[in-house]
């Protein structure tokens, strides 16, 4: 019937007669934030066919997801936080207003099921490189668990309130190190390192476990749609295509999963594996 109905129109208006593949529906998104709206939200990333979702907020916020049950969810945990503070929204990222959360605490929270991976770490907006030895106890655990780390490289939008951010933090040839001392650590490079895609694809080339998130490349408000064309053209060419997922970092999600869907040289098989499959494989395989 919408068959005849496509012929049909095409007939009238004199369009091709090409028959368009459907939209993806089934959206995986790695990168998302909490809201004030939390049913909103989650409603909204449903219509647009989101069925799985890995969020970092505020250690309180996160509470209030897990009342939902509308959609599954995945917890991050979010440090180190710049004066103990979420970056934007400047809550407070746990009850005790700390940088970082106590060791023990985190791995209790673990054993609860409470943590499904540590993320988004804030490196870049706390001031210190992602192979810090500070952080190799947060690692040592993630290893041990088998927990999925990821870690903001790239940019940041203006107001973000970390007075010891730095540009040059967000590069992901900083994870180096860190990929050599725990190379069974699971890691994600959110954003894909944005303004250093390429550092980003040099490190997951020599490094087949790490990942990257396309999160702000994929918001059109954000990344013009030529830059972020020649970005994932980047990632594809180095044959990355099993280790690219789909995070929207709250932007419009009909405006993100469409920008991906519009990218030319995308077969569907290789949007299946952006949108929901290579996620699906990296968030529940042991490495
Ligand atoms: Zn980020």
Redesign the pocket.
């Known amino acids: 019937m919408k068959l005849l109905l496509t012929l049909l129109l095409c007939l009238l208006f004199g369009e091709s007669t090409e028959i368009k593949e459907p939209t993806a529906t089934k959206i995986f998104d790695v990168?998302l934030h909490g809201s004030k709206g939390i049913n909103e939200q989650i409603s909204e990333l449903k219509k647009a066919g989101v069925y799985k979702i890995a969020i970092s907020s505020s250690w309180e916020q996160q509470e209030h997801y897990r009342k939902n049950t509308d959609i599954k969810i995945l917890y991050g945990i979010m440090f180190p936080c710049p004066n103990g503070k979420v970056p934007y929204s400047l809550q407070p990222c746990f009850t005790d207003k700390k940088e970082w959360p106590e060791i023990h605490w985190v791995e209790t929270q673990i054993k609860k099921g409470k943590i499904n991976f540590f993320g988004?770490l804030?490196t870049q907006y706390f001031g210190i490189s992602p192979s810090d030895t500070t952080l190799y106890p947060y690692y040592r655990l993630a290893q041990k668990y088998n927990i999925p780390v990821g870690i903001?490289?790239?940019g940041?939008g203006p107001n973000h309130g970390s007075p010891n951010f730095s540009w040059e933090l967000g590069n992901p040839s900083l994870l180096n190190q860190l990929v050599k001392d725990f190379p069974t650590l699971k890691i994600w490079i959110?954003?894909g390192g944005d303004q250093y895609f390429r550092e980003a694809i040099e490190l997951m080339k020599s490094n087949p476990h790490v990942y990257a998130d396309i999160?702000?490349l994929c918001n059109p408000e954000i990344v013009p749609t030529d830059r972020f064309t020649s970005t994932m053209q980047a990632f594809m060419n180095a044959s990355l295509e099993n280790r690219l997922l789909f995070g929207s970092?709250n932007a419009p999600i009909k405006a993100a999963i469409n920008a991906v869907e519009k990218l030319p040289f995308l077969t569907n098989e290789q949007k299946e594996k952006i949108f929901y499959k290579n996620a699906e494989l990296f968030f529940s395989q042991p490495n």
Do not use: R
Request: hydrophobic residues 35%; without cysteine.
């Open positions: 990168h988004e804030l903001h490289t790239g940041a959110m954003h999160s702000v970092d």
